[in-house]
């Protein structure tokens, strides 16, 4: 059996060097548009990489330089446009920077959050966003936090978007001040018989924002325990489904809030769809001002959250130095009033 002759081996940077007649230093600064060069010699050493058929290698230059040219951003759940806002905020961030981002999502599994984080590291990317609430039973996410370690204690940068148990740096969206706020427009408006629609119960996010709402009811003296929540999938289709178990038990409500806006939108597409007057008849809110909450009708009252900067803060956290502990950074909230929302009929 005749032995087939091995394919040559691509050209490396050093044959780019000796070929053009540089030092490896020169070749390397002149193929990444390093400071150092003249123009002059980084289109020769360019040239002549050309012609010998060097390509870069992105996985090796990222090492050796210590810097990132791919950003893993980890999201629950593409097609939820809160997340799409976000991403939108990290990927400004990454083109105008020169990176690259990586974008998966986990339909909120704490096993594919670390499956993901895994094959993030086994691509080589060195800076990663995890966005999308934690899990109250914080040992959901043990596994996940000793990743980041490693994954930080090899040089890798990490932050998160409303995670709290997390050992990385943080964004935090005001979720508990933005229901209580949320809470105090109803009750301002002369609603008292409220109902919620909670979103999935193991999430903190779910945990903090039915916080607000029970603070500002409890605050304006009043029981928070008369106050019904039906949880649900955080989208259209969980909000309408809870919806319809909520009305079924209680059809006397004047008001619904919904802890995201999918499940808002959700709820107002099975108020109207069985014949329910919004706001004459029942006022519906959301939370977090997604694009679609001012184009349906009726448009929606919600809480606006700053998610495109959100995704942005993270960003700039996991291209920054780290610190000598995890940083926090908050972020504000804004009641946006529509035409979901009006006082309850007499």
Do not use: C
């Not at 193929?31 to 012609?51: F, K, L, R």
């Not at 998966?104 to 590291?121: F, G, K, M, V, W």
């Amino acid at each position: 059996m005749v032995k087939r002759p091995s394919p040559p081996a691509p050209p490396r940077l050093a044959d780019v060097a000796s070929a053009a007649g540089v030092s490896l230093a020169t070749a390397s600064r002149a193929m990444n548009g390093s400071a150092g060069v003249s123009a002059e010699v980084a289109a020769h050493v360019q040239a002549i990489a050309a012609q010998v058929g060097y390509v870069p290698n992105s996985h090796a230059r990222a090492l050796a330089g210590g810097q990132a040219s791919m950003v893993g951003l980890v999201v629950h759940d593409v097609g939820d446009p809160y997340f799409g806002e976000i991403a939108r905020g990290v990927l400004r961030e990454t083109d105008s920077r020169g990176y690259l981002a990586l974008i998966s999502q986990t339909e909120r599994d704490p096993r594919a959050e670390l499956a993901r984080i895994r094959a993030l590291r086994a691509h080589r990317v060195t800076s990663i966003v995890l966005a999308g609430s934690g899990y109250v039973e914080a040992g959901t996410e043990a596994d996940i936090a000793a990743e980041l370690r490693s994954f930080t204690a090899a040089g890798g940068r990490a932050a998160v978007i409303g995670r709290h148990h997390l050992p990385v740096d943080a964004v935090l969206p005001d979720n508990a001040a933005g229901a209580a706020t949320l809470m105090r427009h109803l009750l301002g408006l002369g609603h008292r018989r409220l109902g919620v629609l909670g979103g999935p119960p193991n999430l903190t996010t779910v945990e903090d924002r039915l916080a607000g709402l029970r603070q500002a009811f409890g605050a304006a003296g009043l029981d928070w325990d008369a106050v019904p929540v039906v949880h649900g999938d955080f989208t259209r289709e969980g909000g309408a489904a809870a919806t319809a178990r909520l009305l079924g038990a209680h059809p006397g409500l004047t008001a619904v809030v919904a802890l995201n806006d999918p499940m808002a939108v959700g709820a107002l597409s099975w108020l109207l769809a069985h014949g329910r007057r919004v706001p004459d008849e029942i006022s519906v809110a959301g939370f977090d001002d997604v694009p679609v909450a001012q184009d349906v009708f009726p448009a929606l009252t919600t809480v606006r959250l700053p998610m495109v900067g959100m995704g942005r803060q993270a960003l700039e956290l996991v291209l920054r130095p780290p610190a000598s502990r995890p940083r926090r950074r908050r972020t504000r909230h804004e009641l946006v009033v529509r035409a979901s929302t009006a006082p309850p009929a007499s």
